[in-house]
């Protein structure tokens, strides 16, 4: 964090993680994911306005501006919350780099439901999280003259922010010795695009005592569990548009990793990592429990201090080399998504983000119905996954950008043969 | 509300099925006037795109019809060959033109339509040079390959499986079009059979064989796909 004296608005490098994403961007996508909570009722938008101000003030890292420097972009603290915009007929339209240059961030509000959409540089999903509850939590207070006590990720927000919650992380926990990783591409859900960049977002709701203990069932975690259900639906998918399994395209998912809880870090800007377990149809056919086993592992090996330094050391290496840093931005933006299109999302079919349990404090429970967590699609492959659970409820958002939802039907299924009861909903009307 | 079709629970603030698109409708039970999760799409329902290229490329096709039309009447103010050219740029528009107009047009339909152009083409020529050869040679040759055709196209279309047996079926239907032409061939022009159609005949049941047999025999097809992959 730099503060002049002649710009006294703090600005911050992008973190490591966060650089891919404004090299990444195109025509008509960006790398956008959106957080909502939905009250019992009715927003007020004069009142969110002015609880916006406030939360604003204190997460500068989040509410920030994306601006271009001679070498890298950087993110700048916003001087004033931005209005508060209507809801259209599809979450997380397009995000232009025109746009995030007055801001990276929108709130918008319709009917009982407040929805921040980030673009993904400011930080995750756990950052935006707990911007997303302060946020609530300060329309709740001002609303009804409550007193939320600081709790569950909700902080006071007169104080100025602790050096912690800026800090990159990455840099902070690199190892020493960088990981090699090759990886195959995978199957890429086909169909036909919708027109003007609309996204369907399906909604499958179920209990989530009933989850855990399906879950249970097969020895895993419900990230695990979905995780599985997803792979599943994605073989089926595969099997019913081509029945020759020998010809099929490898399953992968890409699966975020919160690093703070194992790195121990407050940090309120990306520090995430990913998993990609994979099954090949090409070996066998695969039973759930095997499919769950595999993802289960993976992460189990994977998801160690160890490895995970070893990770963060190859990307940060690569941003530490001297030379690569002189290069100039727009050149460096076209190495970039060179190197984003021929990796990144092309390894997996889609990502699976488990945002967690969701708690609040009790008193803003009692106002808050249901949270969801929403992605953008990714820029080539059309579907993506985000879910989370609230209140003894699991949200699962499926969002994709074609007119077919084999997907989701075969999702459905799989949820339906094994017993457990969903409600499905979406923004089709 | 449960889908009627696919049988998922929905959310009241569903009109459609999200996964099959099936009207939400119950006999009895009257659904709850809930808002909807978010506001009315308000895209345009179609894309008329395709139709304004389509448009543009049938009044594309005018201009060499009009030009050769102009230059063939020049010297004599007949008509001498402009006919060919005519007939041969609606045929190519029925081949490719027409079926863009459609989402995803139907063999079954095209194919038979594209043929039954030809042979009036054929026809045409036949009429304009004198010649003695539609009825015995041109229509029944041409009729025959647009049975084969259109069969192929149609299961092609239609069915997701059994591509090999299709194929098969058709390469050994396209053997018996030599024989075929050989007798229609000697019977217009009075040319002796020899019986050259045989190889042909042969060679192409033989292929089709392999086909069918290979769609059968699912380790014959590893085999052959193992050593064949490329
Ligand atoms: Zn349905």
Same mark, same amino acid.
């Given at each position: 964090?730099?503060?002049?004296?002649?710009?006294?608005?703090?600005?911050?490098?992008?973190?490591?993680?966060?650089?891919?994403?404004?090299?990444?961007?195109?025509?008509?996508?960006?790398?956008?994911?959106?957080?909502?909570?939905?009250?019992?009722?009715?927003?007020?938008?004069?009142?969110?306005?002015?609880?916006?101000?406030?939360?604003?003030?204190?997460?500068?890292?989040?509410?920030?501006?994306?601006?271009?420097?001679?070498?890298?972009?950087?993110?700048?603290?916003?001087?004033?919350?931005?209005?508060?915009?209507?809801?259209?007929?599809?979450?997380?339209?397009?995000?232009?780099?025109?746009?995030?240059?007055?801001?990276?961030?929108?709130?918008?509000?319709?009917?009982?439901?407040?929805?921040?959409?980030?673009?993904?540089?400011?930080?995750?999903?756990?950052?935006?999280?707990?911007?997303?509850?302060?946020?609530?939590?300060?329309?709740?207070?001002?609303?009804?003259?409550?007193?939320?006590?600081?709790?569950?990720?909700?902080?006071?927000?007169?104080?100025?922010?602790?050096?912690?919650?800026?800090?990159?992380?990455?840099?902070?926990?690199?190892?020493?010795?960088?990981?090699?990783?090759?990886?195959?591409?995978?199957?890429?859900?086909?169909?036909?695009?919708?027109?003007?960049?609309?996204?369907?977002?399906?909604?499958?709701?179920?209990?989530?005592?009933?989850?855990?203990?399906?879950?249970?069932?097969?020895?895993?975690?419900?990230?695990?569990?979905?995780?599985?259900?997803?792979?599943?639906?994605?073989?089926?998918?595969?099997?019913?548009?081509?029945?020759?399994?020998?010809?099929?395209?490898?399953?992968?998912?890409?699966?975020?990793?919160?690093?703070?809880?194992?790195?121990?870090?407050?940090?309120?800007?990306?520090?995430?990592?990913?998993?990609?377990?994979?099954?090949?149809?090409?070996? =066998?056919?695969?039973?759930?429990?095997?499919?769950?086993?595999?993802?289960?592992?993976?992460?189990?090996?994977?998801?160690?201090?160890?490895?995970?330094?070893?990770?963060?050391?190859?990307?940060?290496?690569?941003?530490?080399?001297?030379?690569?840093?002189?290069?100039?931005?727009?050149?460096?933006?076209?190495?970039?998504?060179?190197?984003?299109?021929?990796?990144?999302?092309?390894?997996?079919?889609?990502?699976?983000?488990?945002?967690?349990?969701?708690?609040?404090?009790?008193?803003?429970?009692?106002?808050?119905?249901?949270?969801?967590?929403?992605?953008?699609?990714?820029?080539?492959?059309?579907?993506?996954?985000?879910?989370?659970?609230?209140?003894?409820?699991?949200?699962?958002?499926?969002?994709?950008?074609?007119?077919?939802?084999?997907?989701?039907?075969?999702?459905?299924?799989?949820?339906?043969?094994?017993?457990?009861?969903?409600?499905?909903?979406?923004?089709?009307? | 509300?449960?889908?009627?079709?696919?049988?998922?629970?929905?959310?009241?603030?569903?009109?459609?099925?999200?996964?099959?698109?099936?009207?939400?409708?119950? !006999?009895? +039970?009257?659904?709850?006037?809930?808002?909807?999760?978010?506001? !009315?799409?308000?895209?345009?329902?179609?894309?008329?795109?395709?139709?304004?290229?389509?448009?543009?490329?049938?009044?594309?096709?005018?201009?060499?019809?009009?030009?050769?039309?102009?230059?063939?009447?020049? !010297?004599?103010?007949?008509?001498?060959?402009? =006919?060919?050219?005519?007939?041969?740029?609606?045929?190519?528009?029925?081949?490719?033109?027409?079926?863009?107009?459609?989402?995803?047009?139907?063999?079954?339909?095209?194919?038979?339509?594209?043929?039954?152009?030809?042979?009036?083409?054929?026809?045409?020529?036949?009429?304009?040079?004198?010649?003695?050869?539609?009825?015995?040679?041109?229509?029944?040759?041409?009729?025959?390959?647009?049975?084969?055709?259109?069969?192929?196209?149609?299961?092609?279309?239609?069915?997701?499986?059994?591509?090999?047996?299709?194929?098969?079926?058709?390469?050994?239907?396209? =053997?018996?079009?030599?024989?075929?032409?050989?007798?229609?061939?000697?019977?217009?022009?009075?040319?002796?059979?020899?019986?050259?159609?045989?190889?042909?005949?042969?060679?192409?049941?033989?292929?089709?064989?392999?086909?069918?047999?290979?769609?059968?025999?699912?380790?014959?097809?590893?085999? +052959?796909?193992?050593?064949?992959?490329?």
């Amino acid at each position: 964090m730099a503060k002049s004296k002649k710009n006294p608005l703090r600005w911050v490098r992008l973190d490591n993680a966060a650089k891919i994403y404004p090299a990444a961007m195109r025509k008509n996508w960006s790398n956008i994911y959106r957080q909502s909570m939905t009250l019992y009722e009715e927003i007020d938008t004069v009142v969110l306005k002015s609880a916006l101000e406030v939360t604003v003030k204190r997460f500068p890292s989040i509410a920030a501006r994306l601006r271009r420097g001679a070498f890298w972009f950087y993110l700048q603290q916003v001087e004033a919350a931005p209005e508060i915009q209507e809801e259209k007929s599809h979450p997380l339209c397009y995000m232009s780099e025109k746009e995030m240059s007055k801001y990276a961030f929108r709130v918008i509000a319709y009917r009982n439901r407040i929805a921040v959409e980030f673009f993904h540089s400011l930080t995750d999903g756990t950052g935006a999280l707990i911007f997303l509850k302060n946020l609530v939590a300060e329309y709740l207070e001002q609303k009804h003259n409550i007193s939320i006590p600081f709790e569950q990720g909700i902080i006071d927000r007169r104080v100025p922010p602790k050096s912690e919650e800026l800090e990159d992380s990455f840099l902070k926990y690199a190892g020493r010795v960088p990981a090699s990783r090759r990886d195959t591409n995978a199957w890429r859900v086909p169909g036909e695009k919708e027109p003007e960049g609309f996204i369907h977002v399906t909604c499958f709701k179920a209990d989530v005592d009933s989850a855990i203990a399906l879950a249970h069932k097969y020895g895993c975690t419900l990230t695990v569990f979905f995780s599985a259900v997803m792979m599943q639906a994605l073989m089926n998918y595969q099997k019913e548009l081509n029945p020759n399994t020998a010809k099929h395209k490898p399953i992968k998912l890409l699966i975020p990793i919160n690093l703070r809880t194992l790195f121990k870090s407050e940090t309120l800007r990306n520090f995430a990592m990913f998993t990609v377990p994979e099954i090949d149809a090409r070996l =066998g056919e695969y039973s759930f429990e095997e499919i769950c086993k595999a993802v289960y592992h993976k992460m189990g090996y994977e998801l160690t201090q160890k490895h995970m330094s070893a990770v963060i050391a190859k990307n940060v290496n690569d941003e530490k080399n001297i030379l690569l840093r002189l290069v100039p931005l727009p050149l460096k933006n076209i190495v970039m998504k060179a190197v984003f299109d021929r990796s990144g999302e092309r390894k997996s079919c889609l990502s699976m983000s488990n945002l967690g349990v969701v708690r609040l404090p009790e008193i803003m429970q009692k106002y808050v119905s249901r949270v969801d967590f929403i992605l953008g699609v990714q820029a080539t492959a059309p579907y993506n996954c985000g879910f989370l659970s609230y209140n003894g409820k699991v949200y699962i958002n499926l969002t994709r950008n074609i007119r077919d939802a084999g997907l989701e039907r075969h999702f459905f299924e799989i949820l339906r043969d094994m017993g457990l009861e969903v409600t499905v909903e979406s923004n089709r009307n | 509300m449960y889908c009627v079709k696919c049988g998922v629970k929905l959310e009241d603030t569903e009109k459609i099925c999200p996964l099959c698109e099936t009207e939400v409708y119950h !006999p009895i +039970v009257k659904q709850e006037q809930v808002p909807p999760n978010y506001p !009315p799409d308000k895209r345009p329902p179609a894309k008329k795109k395709t139709k304004i290229i389509n448009g543009v490329v049938l009044f594309l096709i005018f201009i060499p019809l009009l030009t050769s039309l102009i230059s063939d009447l020049q !010297p004599d103010g007949a008509i001498n060959w402009f =006919g060919y050219v005519a007939g041969a740029l609606t045929l190519a528009y029925i081949a490719f033109g027409l079926p863009m107009w459609f989402k995803r047009p139907n063999p079954a339909i095209f194919v038979p339509c594209f043929f039954a152009a030809t042979v009036a083409y054929l026809k045409y020529i036949d009429f304009v040079t004198d010649g003695d050869w539609f009825l015995s040679f041109a229509f029944p040759a041409a009729m025959y390959f647009c049975l084969i055709i259109s069969t192929l196209a149609t299961l092609l279309f239609y069915l997701k499986r059994g591509k090999l047996y299709i194929w098969g079926g058709f390469v050994i239907a396209l =053997g018996f079009f030599f024989p075929l032409i050989e007798l229609l061939l000697s019977l217009t022009f009075d040319l002796r059979f020899i019986g050259w159609s045989a190889y042909p005949f042969v060679v192409f049941g033989l292929l089709g064989g392999v086909l069918i047999y290979l769609a059968a025999n699912r380790f014959a097809r590893d085999a +052959v796909q193992r050593r064949l992959f490329f």
